[in-house]
């Protein structure tokens, strides 16, 4: 049961993070608005497939760790400072004088410059969801962070496998989501104007969950 719950909290940690802006989703409304649904639902699918790449190799990783006890206390300690740095940043967008614009990071443009103009656009699409999720550096951190509210040092392989899949399923339908419903700028204009609102409640969200990886991890 404890385990379960576990689970469920780890997957809670990530939807709250892939539905908060950043340099995935962001990407995949630039796309729907200015390519098209069909490309845009590529790129969510490649940012999907980064997903389960991180989410494998921190399961795996994590699950070594959990096996030397002496480890698990600087995982759990690790994760939760991360946490809290980004209820930090979330609160600082809440309070920030600017607001949240829906802007191609620079390094998602980057990806597609001189390469091979002739590859398919879906090809390209889903290589550049790829990428774009793998090559951002913050992803190793806040992967250790989901981990260390979803695993404990007795998790079973076989438990740690079913949450790499979960939580590959709901990139897919969280991302592909931000392609489908991001048709307009209707939708991100709404969040522009309510940010205050919506960052203050992630930022709470991020603390929760920080607080929880202590309790549960140290006490």
């Not at 939760?80 to 390094?107: C, G, H, M, N």
């Not at 103009?117 to 699409?125: A, E, K």
């Not at 991020?206 to 991890?217: C, E, H, P, Q």
Request: hydrophobic share 50%.
């Amino acid at each position: 049961m404890a385990e379960g719950l576990a689970l469920v909290s780890g997957l809670g940690l990530f939807a709250v993070a892939a539905l908060t802006p950043g340099p995935s989703n962001i990407l995949i409304v630039e796309t729907t608005i200015h390519r098209g649904q069909t490309a845009a639902l590529f790129l969510a699918f490649g940012v999907s497939v980064g997903t389960c790449i991180w989410a494998t190799a921190t399961a795996a990783g994590t699950a070594a760790l959990l096996a030397a006890s002496s480890v698990y206390p600087v995982l759990v300690v690790v994760g939760a400072t991360y946490l809290a740095k980004l209820a930090y940043d979330s609160f600082a967008r809440a309070i920030a004088s600017q607001p949240v614009t829906w802007r191609v990071p620079e390094i998602s443009g980057q990806l597609d410059r001189g390469g091979d103009r002739r590859r398919p656009v879906r090809t390209r699409m889903l290589l550049k969801g790829v990428m774009t999720s793998l090559s951002n550096p913050k992803s190793a951190l806040f992967w250790i962070s989901v981990m260390s509210v979803a695993a404990k040092p007795d998790a079973a392989p076989w438990a740690l496998t079913v949450f790499v899949g979960v939580c590959t399923v709901s990139a897919l339908a969280i991302y592909g989501g931000f392609a489908v419903v991001f048709r307009t700028e209707t939708v991100h204009t709404f969040l522009d104007r309510h940010r205050r609102v919506v960052f203050g409640v992630v930022g709470g969200l991020y603390l929760v969950f920080a607080g929880k990886v202590l309790t549960s991890g140290l006490f």
